[in-house]
């Protein structure tokens, strides 16, 4: 009997014994594979610009890697550990364009086994920033280089070498320029326009850039485009206004974190602060334009906090280096006692409105308020303009017609002429200089 008994379970134990190797026979080879199958390189793109080139390295998985400075020439050295050379990192040197202002050639090789080595020889002397991002959007795993000028141009003193007049020809006498101002100002008096005896600075903000695309069209179209080529219309219609001068956050393709876009505005101590921009939505048939100020509180609506959540998280797909500790950051940011720099941008906010309203239908008729990071500067009247809806057909292709571009920076700067002749700009105190 007790044999008996015994028998069945014994012969359960060999079958679970020979299925556990049957087991390990058809996993452990694949398990193997996975362990010890090497990271790759999917893409590597580079944006130049004046301020900081940045190189994003995209991998399937995390990088393991080593860097350190060469100096005579300036050098970045970047070892990669544990992974394959492969047709993208070959083709690495074709990446950088003769015109980089910060690096002069980028190439990429096998160091050692196991190791790839990059080397990036540079124009003048760099403060490099290496770090690693997690995944975001449609992007992987990411090792950015990014190098900065040692020497950065100041935006201030750049600013007022462009005011600078020219050299008076003999015919210009002061009583001539003088009688000239005069005229002016009675001209414009007439025609509604701000009578302002100092210079308007109005930093403009085309939002997204580099690495962080935006929102993106059924039709192919960056919003990050759309708004730099609005923005830079818009530039130039206020540059042409009688004392009023813009100043773009980016005026090429790279990324800008929110932070660093309400310290430039604050460094040359704007009048105005206008973030341009053409969101997408879930549904296709969400239309019209839009004009956000911030709020202290809560939102004015789902879709304004809706909105705002996804402008925010722009730093999270664009890539800011989380390790660099930026005092100005905490004291921006955190600022929420602007109750009166509020109430302006709604002014602000109410006058573009009406005028973008003549060219385009208006998704909200009233100016709605959000959280939005890049409005948080405590002393400057800051709109948002969403200027249409890209994920809408109809107005993707609105969106990069250059007549509708035209005429959507006319209506801005109509809004703004609007605001100013209620709201004449005081004299700027002299502050001290904003770190």
């Given at each position: 009997m007790s044999n008996r008994t015994h028998q069945p379970h014994a012969a359960r134990r060999e079958l679970i014994k020979f299925a556990g190797a049957s087991l390990v026979l058809l996993v452990s080879p694949v398990g193997r594979a996975a362990v010890n199958r090497k990271p790759s390189v999917l893409a590597?793109?580079?944006?130049?610009?004046?301020d900081y080139t940045r190189v994003a390295i995209e991998c399937d998985t995390p990088l393991k890697f080593t860097h350190f400075s060469v100096r005579n020439p300036?050098?970045?050295?970047?070892?990669?550990?544990?992974?394959?050379?492969?047709?993208v990192?070959?083709?690495?040197?074709?990446k950088v364009a003769a015109d980089d202002p910060n690096i002069k050639l980028l190439r990429a090789g096998r160091f050692k086994p196991g190791v790839v080595r990059l080397v990036m020889e540079l124009k003048n002397e760099v403060n490099p920033q290496v770090f690693e991002l997690p995944p975001a959007g449609e992007y992987g795993h990411r090792l950015v280089l990014d190098v900065y000028p040692l020497e950065s141009p100041d935006p201030l003193l750049s600013l007022l070498q462009k005011s600078e007049p020219s050299p008076a020809s003999p015919g210009d006498r002061l009583e001539d320029k003088a009688v000239q101002n005069a005229e002016n100002k009675a001209?414009?008096?007439?025609?509604?326009r701000p009578v302002v005896d100092r210079l308007i600075t109005i930093t403009l903000d085309p939002g997204h850039g580099g690495e962080d695309p935006g929102a993106v069209g059924r039709g192919g179209s960056y919003e990050k485009h759309v708004t730099l080529a609005v923005a830079k219309r818009l530039k130039a219609k206020i540059d042409a206004e009688p004392n009023m001068r813009a100043v773009l956050t980016r005026n090429t393709d790279y990324f800008v974190p929110l932070h660093v876009r309400v310290q430039k505005a604050r460094r040359i101590r704007s009048d105005l602060?206008?973030?341009?921009?053409?969101?997408?939505?879930?549904?296709?048939?969400?239309?019209?334009?839009?004009?956000f100020a911030l709020s202290e509180s809560g939102a004015s609506s789902s879709a304004a906090r809706y909105l705002a959540q996804k402008e925010n998280a722009s730093d999270l797909i664009g890539g800011v280096n989380l390790d660099v500790k930026d005092p100005m950051l905490a004291r921006t940011l955190l600022d929420l006692s602007q109750t009166a720099t509020i109430s302006d941008s709604l002014k602000l906010g109410k006058a573009v409105l009406g005028e973008i309203g003549g060219i385009n239908t208006l998704?909200?008729?009233?100016?709605?308020?959000?959280?939005?990071?890049v409005l948080k500067a405590p002393d400057i009247p800051s709109i948002l303009i969403e200027t249409a809806f890209i994920s809408n057909p109809q107005e993707e292709?609105?969106?990069?017609?250059?007549?509708?571009?035209?005429?959507?920076?006319?209506?801005?700067?109509?809004?703004?002429?609007?605001?100013?002749?209620?709201?004449p700009p005081l004299a700027k105190s002299k502050l001290a200089s904003i770190d």
């Open positions: 590597v793109r580079v944006w130049p610009a004046d300036d050098r970045l050295v970047v070892d990669l550990e544990g992974i394959e050379f492969n047709s990192l070959q083709a690495l040197g074709n001209s414009r008096s007439r025609e509604g602060f206008v973030s341009i921009h053409a969101d997408a939505f879930i549904r296709p048939d969400a239309h019209g334009s839009s004009v998704h909200k008729a009233s100016v709605e308020q959000a959280g939005f990071a292709r609105r969106l990069n017609d250059e007549a509708y571009q035209d005429k959507m920076a006319e209506a801005i700067i109509s809004g703004i002429r609007k605001y100013f002749a209620k709201n």
